[in-house]
């Protein structure tokens, strides 16, 4: 693991932005792996940024999203296909139709689940995987438990889980109880990982996750047996984890 700490959350966001258009510039026609949450929205904007000044184009690359909401449509505008259309697809310049995300309002979740899983297939492995974690250690939304999955599945959300995402919904019971993600497999197989955390909420869990046990308790302890993982953080949030080097 490449461990890189940040004093202002500017320059992590232009840090991994490099990183992932590095990618895209080294290999055009890139699969580009993409996460949702409030911790990327800045390092989509420094791609953004990098694609108004003609460093980096989209056009031949692919992306595929890591998780939706179950119930809501594309459009609706709690999805994270809204989120990934305001934040970054109508943004730059994608080829229509080479945006990928599970349909989490398809009347056969489980047969949704197959369908993006074999597109995932089709793909091989990702070029690069953009990642964060959840407050409770999860990725994607691979959450806490006994056993982790490597195929993409319907999961049932942890009232935690429901609660830190609660902030984009009117209310708490709007947040949808369950979710369409992609497993722990086709993130771990990404030729590079970029992964980023800011803030200061996430210190104990990222202590936990790459300081502790691989635990399925805590999904993103997984991480460590990554051998290209890019770790990006900024000063607040490294505390416990650089601490103890
Ligand atoms: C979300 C997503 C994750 C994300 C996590 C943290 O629900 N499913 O991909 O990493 O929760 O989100 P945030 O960045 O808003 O803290």
Same mark, same amino acid.
Request: glycine share 6%; hydrophobic share 25%.
């Given at each position: 693991m490449q461990l890189k700490i940040f004093q202002s959350e500017e320059e992590l966001d232009l840090a991994a932005a490099y990183s992932v258009a590095q990618v895209i510039i080294e290999k055009p026609h890139a699969k580009i792996g993409l996460a949702t949450g409030q911790t990327p929205i800045g390092l989509y904007e420094k791609l953004f940024q990098l694609f108004e000044k003609g460093q980096v184009s989209f056009k031949q690359a692919t992306s595929y999203n890591i998780d939706e909401y179950v119930g809501? #449509?594309?459009?609706?505008?709690?999805s994270f296909y809204s989120f990934m259309k305001t934040h970054l697809f109508s943004n730059v310049d994608f080829t229509e139709g080479h945006m990928h995300i599970p349909n989490g309002a398809a009347p056969d979740l489980e047969a949704e689940a197959k369908r993006y899983e074999d597109l995932l297939n089709e793909a091989g492995q990702l070029d690069v995987q953009i990642l964060s974690i959840g407050l409770n250690g999860h990725i994607g939304f691979n959450e806490p438990g006994s056993t982790l999955q490597a195929e993409t599945h319907v999961v049932t959300l942890t009232q935690d889980t429901r609660q830190a995402n609660?902030?984009?919904?009117?209310?708490?019971? #709007?947040?949808?109880?369950q979710a369409i993600t992609m497993g722990l497999g086709a993130m771990m197989k990404a030729r590079k990982i970029v992964f980023i955390a800011k803030g200061g909420a996430k210190a104990a869990i990222l202590k936990q996750a790459f300081?502790?046990?691989?635990d399925p308790l805590v999904p993103?302890?997984?991480?460590?047996?990554?051998p290209n993982l890019e770790v990006y953080l900024d000063a607040k949030t490294a505390t416990l984890i650089a601490d103890e080097r």
């Open positions: 809501l #449509d594309r459009d609706h505008p709690q609660s902030k984009a919904f009117p209310s708490p019971s #709007d947040v949808p109880k300081k502790g046990p691989i993103g302890s997984l991480l460590q047996l990554h």
